[in-house]
């Protein structure tokens, strides 16, 4: 974290911005130290919380750019999804690949219908920015370190060097990227909603795996599956690993409205035809009931 920050301070101050770096770095660094992120703070409320609260952000070259410039991350879809939770009702929201944590802390900053959040990360590095960032929601989160797969064990990793946002089991999500492997807890799915996924609260869902959604929406039972109302759901043209696309389409159709990016009332044909793609093109998908 050693490096200077009064030119990121000048732009946002310019900009007008609601987010600020605190304090300045010494101008050098011990040689067992490395950077791996910036402290914020909230100057003023908005998308990201109350003035005065604090916000973790790690390096890359994607995300945090645009989190420092905008003080907020992919806030229409986030908008939109919240736009079709039910009135009066509460919900438990099901955040798998939570990352740092910007769409937990987001949604449960604009909308108060957010009663519990399960989320589920399984770097541990964006564990624990995510658990810094969802620390004024703690005493209604639950953080899981680990993935959701197909079964129990310690599985390969892959941890893209420019994007903290694309982290997955799916090595095609490192396709023509710079990237390193490790290894990482995964949970079986069916047994961790089981487990974890309450019978009585009304559920939203909102998943972001690089690739690895499909298996993950699958292995999750029906009977938990009908009680999302809302679901955002990144689609991805990658190489997938095998799911079972009867499983699929069967959740998919179980939601009368879909919309695929900008594309509204989109058949499940057309999404199924979508994410059969391989050119690394990507949508998100919102279904509501």
Known sequence: MAYDLDETQKTLAAQNRNINAMGDLPDSMHDTLDRTGLLFTLKKDGPLGAAGQGLLVPDDKTMSPAI?????????????????????RRYTLL??????????????VLSDQIEHALCVEPDHHNFAALKFNLAPFSDRVMFFNAALGREDGIVEFYRDMQNIGNYSLNEDAMRARSFEKVRVSQHDTQKWMAEHVSHK???????????FDEVIITRTPMEI????DVALIEIWRIEKPDFDMDALRARFESFPNRQLGDEKDISVDEIIEYLSGSDWQFKDLLMWR
């Not at 907020?72 to 879809?77: G, K, S, V």
């Not at 609260?201 to 690739?211: F, I, M, N, R, V």
Request: glycine residues 10%; proline residues 0%.
């Open 68 to 88: 420092i410039a905008d003080a907020r991350w992919e806030y229409e879809n986030l908008a939109a999804f919240a736009g079709h939770l039910k009135e009066g």
């Open 95 to 108: 955040d798998i690949g939570a990352n740092i944590g910007m769409f937990s802390r987001q949604i449960q």
């Open 201 to 211: 609260q009304a559920l939203a869902w909102k998943s972001d795996t690089q690739g």
């Open 225 to 228: 599956w009908e009680r999302i």
